[in-house]
């Protein structure tokens, strides 16, 4: 029988990313998560994942110019987002919006390398300016005016909230987004491949991809992980509200994952970028609770947080609703997603595996007025 849920099944090749899950290790293109985190920024990260190298000066300075450069809507799609229902689900705003905006791009037809890496630097650039412009819309205000003057991190908490982000919180955004910038062969990458691989486009599969993202037990977590840190009132409720929990055999979100048997890397950054968030923001409670949480459930469950326990209380932190942490996901994300597209591209062939059928057989064919 096939491994359920294809676990531990490799299903291709990539020398983008990989996960150790026994040591806890996750490396883009070779280069430890933690070493990003600390010396690295978001636009480095994308050209490493994109050419496989860190850039030199003059190839980032080329890069950034391109991902500012690209930050504006094409005028058809702003004008979609204004005829949107003020509440509409945030992702599923972004996943329309994601597709239109290759309807307005003059290169989607076009599976060239140099078309691809066009629009890779157009959806990297284009995807914080549509979630805020949407956010901004649905408060009955205009969208902030992009600007190319900020890096992509500061750039987002500046759209989202109408002003410049301290250095602390641009700096803390900008690791956040390093480190959810790609995951291997995780549920909405593999989504984007399986529909590039058809030679369809790239929009066509970074659709894909955010449908797959927004699921609970996917990037959808991080937003479970504050709407039950916003359920307990103090640390002193934990205990019986996740063994409650439990007992009905419902999912706490943000802990456990198909991968790591250990500690996920880029949840002990979060941790402690959570906790100095916290500290300096005085919302230490909610630091507290997760800590306790995250004991209770090793007691219960020895099972371990994942990426999206500790962004929630970062996420939060910075000002960000609730609605729009799993499109801030995607704001990341999408480096690792096109990525991916292109490494599939560059050696294609169909993805299509086989089903292991267990319905019926030699069923006979019974005429509709012979049916009880
Ligand atoms: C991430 C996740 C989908 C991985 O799923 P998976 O590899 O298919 O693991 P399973 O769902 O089969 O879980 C295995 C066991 O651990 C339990 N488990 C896993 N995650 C759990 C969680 N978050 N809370 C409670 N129990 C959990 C399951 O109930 C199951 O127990 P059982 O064998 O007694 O039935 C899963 O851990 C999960 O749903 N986590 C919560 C959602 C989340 O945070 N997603 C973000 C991932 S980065």
Known sequence: MPPSGLEGVVAGRTGICTVDGAAGRLVYRGIAIQELAAQSH???????????????????????????????????????????????????????????????????????????????????ARIPTLIAAFHALRRGRPPVAPRTDLSLAAHCLYLLHGEEPTPTAARSFDIALILHADHEFNASTFAARVTVGTL????????????????????????????????IRSVSEVEAYIKEKLARREKIMGFGHRVYKTTDPRAAALKEMARSLTVEAGQTRLYEISERIERVMWEEKQLHANVDFYSATVYHVLGIPIDLFTPVFAISRISGWTAHVMEQLADNRLIRPRAEYVGPDNVPYVPIEQRG
Do not use: C
């Open 200 to 231: 369809s486009d790239m929009y066509a599969a970074i659709t894909s991809g955010i449908g797959a993202l927004a699921g609970p037990l996917h990037g959808g977590a991080n937003e479970g992980v504050m709407r039950m840190l916003q359920e």
């Open 42 to 124: 978001f636009e480095e990260v994308v050209y490493l994942l994109w050419y496989g190298e860190l850039p030199t000066r003059s190839q980032l300075e080329n890069l950034k110019q391109q991902l500012a450069a690209e930050r504006a809507l094409p005028p058809g799609v702003e004008a979609m987002l204004r005829g949107f229902p003020r509440t509409a689900r945030p992702m599923d705003v972004l996943r329309t919006a994601v597709s239109a905006l290759g309807i307005w791009d003059p290169d989607t037809g076009d599976n060239s390398p140099a078309a691809n890496e066009r629009k890779a630097v157009r959806l990297t």
